[in-house]
């Protein structure tokens, strides 16, 4: 450990007492996250439970030049987390705490640890919802910080469009208020969004101000499996297009399915597979399900089946959200190599199915599924740990698929983000803005204290 981080810890001693941790099991739990990325230890782990205590972290570190990586759930998918040069993971676990739910505006105010569920719990008697699901009972922090996603941003947005405020500590310690409770503002620049997605590089998320939707009165569900992919994507744009708003419509491919058959015990048809989710009322999710069913009926779907039963629905909605697991199952002790990009939606069909044609000419496993609403997919890879050329096979086609949707104006990203993963392509993505990004990185943390080694450092 170097000699300035030894100093860091000890000025934290007295405050935090036995919650700055150097324990071999709790930094190497804070090395990771669910990615494939080399893990790298912290030095120390805090966890902070107010936001003077956060002041207090990042002025230690501030004062002798040592690192600070927030940590939420650990689930980011692109190494975001993992303090690639030491210094101190900033666990906001103990900082969970629903601050204050104001129904008739329509928002939460939490802490950054308090995760998706525990928000939705919470908001049980309230008749409305957090929406933002991106699988993994993720913190809200953490999904403020890396602009999360997930099934249902076809309806109701991601966090960009779901976080209106935000409370930050600075890299120099100082505390800011970011955004307001209006519902629009057209005052200064945007900082809030500055922070949705700045992965920790800026500073860290105190405070998080999030929109809350009405739980729809009822939900439908509905399965529907095609002849090709691109009758599959077909049918999505049609039926975006025609006005229906899906709450959410997932692809499974083939291999997809064929995994989440076998792991979640399902008798789907083993085809290009969508699944569609309705929200309104009664009549409306009946309606939403007969206009689909029409325009996937003409697009060549077979056997499309919707349902009200919440039992039916929520395990089709596990078997989705278990798919990294099932997918994990096809070769027990492989890793898995994710892949994540969004297209245009025009540009969809092609996109998948030059995805799908790289894994077919591939030695290696791989499955595709995708929030096809947005234009946004995800392969994953099955590598063998202790081959290397599995991993550089897995490098290869991620590499080309990313290339394929920087050609037709896409993004290297969805809603993995960039972490160390992504790096590579950020100047390819965004030409000139990355000198951009890099002054007001350098502008905000000059010290380069704040997650270094990632986003307004590299590419
Ligand atoms: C998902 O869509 O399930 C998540 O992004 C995680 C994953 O790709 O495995
Ligand atoms: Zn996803």
Known sequence: MSDAALQAIAELKPLLGDRIVTSEAVREHHSRDTSRLKPHLPDAVAFPQCEEEVQAIVRACAAHGVPVVPFGAG???????????????????????????????????????????????????????????????????????????????????????????????????????????????????????????????????????????????????????????????????????????????????????????????????????????????PNWVAEQARIAEEIARDCGGADFRWSTDPEERSRLWQARHDIFWATKAIKPGYDIYTGDICVPISQLADSIIAARDDIDASPLTGQIIGHVGDGNYHTAYLIDPDNPEDLAEAERLADRLVERALAVGGTASGEHGIGTGKLKFMRQEHGEAIDLMKRIKAALDPAGIMNPGKMGQGG
């Open 75 to 281: 689930s980011s998918m692109e190494g975001h987390t993992i303090p690639v040069r030491g210094g101190i993971s900033l666990d906001t676990r103990d900082m969970n705490r629903v601050v204050e739910v104001k129904a008739e505006d329509f928002l939460a105010v939490v802490q950054p640890g308090v995760t998706r569920k525990q928000l939705n719990t919470h908001l049980r008697d309230t008749g409305l919802m957090f929406s933002v699901d991106p699988g993994a009972d993720a913190s809200i922090g953490g999904m403020a910080s890396t602009r999360g996603s997930g099934t249902t941003a076809v309806r109701y947005g991601t966090m960009r469009e779901n976080v209106l405020a935000l409370r930050v500590v600075t890299p120099d310690g100082t505390v800011i208020r970011t955004g307001s409770r209006a519902r629009k503002s057209s005052t200064g620049y945007d900082l809030t969004h500055l922070f949705v997605g700045a992965e920790g590089t800026l500073g860290v998320i105190t405070e998080v101000t999030v929109r809350l939707h009405p739980i729809p009165e009822a939900v439908s569900s509905a399965i529907c499996h095609f002849e090709s992919v691109r009758s599959a994507v077909e049918a999505v744009i049609a039926t975006v297009q025609y006005g229906i708003p899906v709450a959410r419509v997932e692809f499974l491919d083939e291999v997809a399915i064929a995994a989440t058959n076998s792991y979640s015990n399902l008798d789907l048809n083993v085809a290009p597979t969508l699944f569609f989710e309705f929200h309104g009322t």
